[in-house]
């Protein structure tokens, strides 16, 4: 068994690392709140990420189970519309658009 002391050691290593590895994006990010190449980042980054699992996930579906092709692809019209109709606001556009989803699977 490792003595007292190497583990305390190995503790303060591993929260120095740790706080360092949180602390370093904060700090960049300090400097760069002026750049336009961050400020064009934060408008695209979350639109590319739920536009690359929401593919992900239609493909997933689609081809796990072919003849729900069209309920996807009406889930997804039904969850773009809520989302520009109701002030952008994702989560109330998801969870409709999935409970679509749901209901066009199990009822038909």
Avoid: C, D, K
């Avoid at 639109?47 to 690359?52: K, N, Q």
């Avoid at 997933?60 to 003849?67: K, L, R, S, V």
């Avoid at 773009?80 to 952008?88: E, N, P």
Wanted: overall charge positive.
């Amino acid at each position: 068994m490792p003595s007292t002391s190497y583990l305390i050691a190995v503790l303060v290593i591993v929260f120095t690392i740790t706080l360092a590895l949180r602390a370093i994006p904060f700090a960049v990010l300090r400097m760069l709140r002026t750049s336009a190449i961050v400020r064009q980042l934060s408008v695209w980054m979350p639109v590319g990420i739920l536009a690359i699992l929401a593919v992900t996930a239609l493909r997933g579906t689609i081809t796990a189970e072919p003849h729900t092709t069209l309920y996807a692809l009406l889930a997804v019209a039904v969850t773009a519309g809520t989302h520009l109709a109701f002030g952008r606001r994702s989560i109330l556009s998801v969870g409709i658009g999935t409970t679509v989803y749901v209901v066009l699977v199990n009822a038909f």
